[in-house]
């Protein structure tokens, strides 16, 4: 049947009719919202650049705008987008959002870019360097890790060549194939051997290692590094060591331990070390030799943690001030000061030694060797860095 052009004009009447009513309707809804549309904002961004660097990127997530109705546009209407080059200063960015009936927000936030301060962690902590001086690092006796290979230049791991002739504390043998390098970390691996091992008429059960920088560290620098201790009963440390020679070289035997703990306690565990697996602890020691004192003499410093050493990286640092004071810092912040009971006015050699103590001996429940994963068996150094003060 035919449609007659009655119909179809009819229909296009009722037609244009409802557009009409629905755009006067959306008018009409756009001219009672009153309500204005919400944006999230991020918080103010804080980064660092290096002395001679005047702008870095930054990247952020941008702000969102939020309306009960649909059509809200959010657009950027002050600043610089993100993954651009943000210069050396303050730049505030600001997002509006806009609805359909003109309704409007809008939030802003500062992107800051500042010279990073040179010198040791803890001068994020207000531990500023004297006036008319500065922190300087000593690049000989700092690494970040961050190469391939172990910097062989730079340290010892082969206890035969440091000079110091020590293999370690039986039952545990240091050899230079626990030492590695890789993501960014230096790696000491503990392990228990297959069967023992005979070194130099010795049986050694278990296997660590010891490092030493092969450039002297002094008296007046600032010493640390970030050390996340292994879960094994064996140690993780941070000290220097001082050589001796009765005849033509330093009578006093002196060792400065900035960081000495172990991964695990249990029950064999002589009973002033059981919480040695969550302890800051330092020490000033002058030895026992035959041509110097007949008792050892040393002052300590301890802080019990409420986290155990090997939950995460930690950052260990001692400011060797002078011969008589000793200022120890964990994770920036000043900690305690040791008095020793003579001057540490000698120079020594920074070490890192992963090692057994009779004090806390392998266990039955030692299997962890066999059974831990290579990350639990293993401490890791993300950096050891050294600062000495210079005029400005």
């Not at 010795?202 to 920088?213: L, P, V, Y």
Request: glycine residues 6%; charged residues 25%.
């Amino acid at each position: 049947m035919k449609t007659s052009k009655f119909c179809l004009s009819l229909a296009m009447v009722f037609s244009l009719s409802n557009i009409a009513c629905a755009k006067n309707e959306e008018t009409d809804n756009l001219s009672n919202d009153k309500i204005k549309p919400t944006i999230e904002c991020v918080d103010d961004i804080e980064v660092e650049v290096s002395e001679g660097v005047n702008s870095i990127i930054v990247n952020y997530a941008a702000p969102k705008g939020y309306d009960d109705k649909a059509g809200a546009v959010t657009s950027q209407t002050a600043g610089l987008s993100s993954g651009s080059h943000f210069s050396i200063g303050s730049t505030l960015n600001e997002y509006t959002v806009v609805d359909k009936a003109g309704n409007s927000s809008t939030c802003s936030f500062e992107v800051i870019v500042s010279l990073k301060k040179e010198g040791p962690y803890a001068v994020q902590n207000g531990v500023e360097a004297p006036v008319g001086k500065k922190w300087v690092k000593v690049e000989n006796l700092s690494d970040e890790f961050n190469a391939t290979q172990f910097d062989d230049n730079k340290w010892h791991r082969d206890p035969a060549t440091d000079g110091f002739s020590w293999y370690g504390r039986q039952p545990a043998l240091f050899e230079s194939k626990n030492v590695s390098v890789s993501d960014g970390n230096l790696n000491v691996t503990t392990l228990k051997y297959d069967s023992p091992k005979n070194f130099r008429g010795i049986n050694w059960t278990h296997g660590g290692a010891i490092i030493r920088s092969k450039v002297k560290a002094e008296p007046g620098r600032y010493y640390e590094c970030r050390m996340q201790a292994n879960k094994t009963i064996m140690s993780s440390t941070f000290w220097i060591a001082m050589k001796q020679n009765c005849n033509n070289g330093p009578i006093r035997k002196l060792e400065l331990d900035i960081q000495e703990c172990v991964g695990r306690v249990h029950a064999g565990t002589h009973s002033w070390a059981k919480k040695w697996d969550n302890i800051y602890h330092s020490n000033a020691i002058r030895h026992k030799r035959s041509c110097d004192i007949n008792e050892e003499t040393r002052k300590s410093g301890v802080k019990n943690l409420t986290e155990k050493n090997n939950s995460r990286f930690f950052v260990y640092g001692c400011w060797w001030k002078s011969p008589t004071e000793l200022l120890f810092y964990l994770d920036g912040e000043y900690v305690y000061t040791v008095v020793p009971t003579t001057d540490f006015d000698i120079a020594g050699y920074i070490t890192m030694a992963i090692e057994t103590y009779d004090w806390n001996p392998v266990d039955e429940t030692g299997s962890i060797f066999e059974t831990a994963s290579w990350d639990d068996r293993t401490t890791k150094y993300d950096w050891v860095r050294t600062w000495v003060l210079e005029d400005e």
